[in-house]
């Protein structure tokens, strides 16, 4: 069975700062990994997705990498600034199945 | 940008009344989700839909929970006899195809709460 976990759980830092996410799953035989930002009480907007033929996809300052063989995704943010607080899930989906399975999320704070 | 479009945004509801929870997907999308998140717990699938059937169903998709594409371009999650466990944020989304390549796109949720 699928676990998806993510740590930290939670993370503050200052302005400005590179972070990276990290999330670890059970099962390497996936099909592919998504990224999602989800705001306080709001819906979950995509943010990148990996094909389990990739080793890393990009958009802006935002940098996705995923290692099937280990069973882990980072998610690299580049200069973060306080727009970027909200908390960051990963999603695996995996063969033989139609859902995502999602992790726990991180919770991130990116203060002035 | 094609946007999944979610209604009611929150809807409260006493325990045993029948609630149903509005979603229009991506246009040309063919597969269709139900998640919800009970709060401070991970996102859960919930069942998935295609070609007007379900395609895969949780175990919380119980005979109290049914789906439907009652035309072009809605899709619907009904829950018969609500009960207090059942408050939590449902997300509807929507894939162009199953699984493989391809990008799961999510609406902004609507948070039922069960009294």
């Known amino acids: 069975k699928q676990e998806v976990t993510q740590i930290p759980a939670a993370l503050s830092v200052p302005e400005g700062e590179n972070l990276v996410l990290n999330c670890s799953f059970t099962d390497s035989a996936i099909y592919n990994l998504q990224w999602f930002r989800q705001d306080p009480g709001k819906g979950l907007t995509s943010l990148l997705l990996?094909?389990?033929?990739?080793r890393e996809q990009t958009s802006g300052r935002l940098n996705a990498s995923l290692d099937k063989s280990s069973g882990r995704s980072t998610l690299y943010i580049a200069a973060s600034q306080p727009g970027d607080s909200a908390t960051y899930l990963c999603a695996v989906g995996s063969y033989n199945t139609d859902k995502l399975i999602f992790g726990t999320g991180t919770r991130l704070q990116v203060f002035p | 940008e094609p946007e999944v479009t979610q209604t009611p945004s929150h809807q409260v509801t006493q325990m045993g009344q029948e609630v149903i929870l509005r979603c229009v997907p991506i246009?040309?999308?063919?597969?269709f989700y139900w998640y919800r998140q009970i709060l401070g717990q991970k996102v859960e699938f919930l069942v998935s839909?295609?070609?007007?059937?379900?395609?895969?169903k949780s175990e919380i998709f119980d005979d109290q929970f049914s789906v439907e594409r009652p035309d072009g371009s809605n899709f619907t999650l009904k829950i018969r006899s609500t009960k207090l466990e059942d408050s939590a944020m449902y997300f509807c989304?929507?894939?162009?195809?199953?699984?493989?390549?391809?990008?799961?796109?999510f609406g902004q949720g609507t948070r039922l709460t069960v009294v």
């Open positions: 990996i094909q389990s033929s990739q």
């Open positions: 839909f295609y070609n007007n059937e379900i395609s895969e």
């Open positions: 989304a929507s894939t162009l195809e199953s699984r493989g390549n391809t990008e799961a796109f």
């Open positions: 246009s040309n999308h063919l597969y």
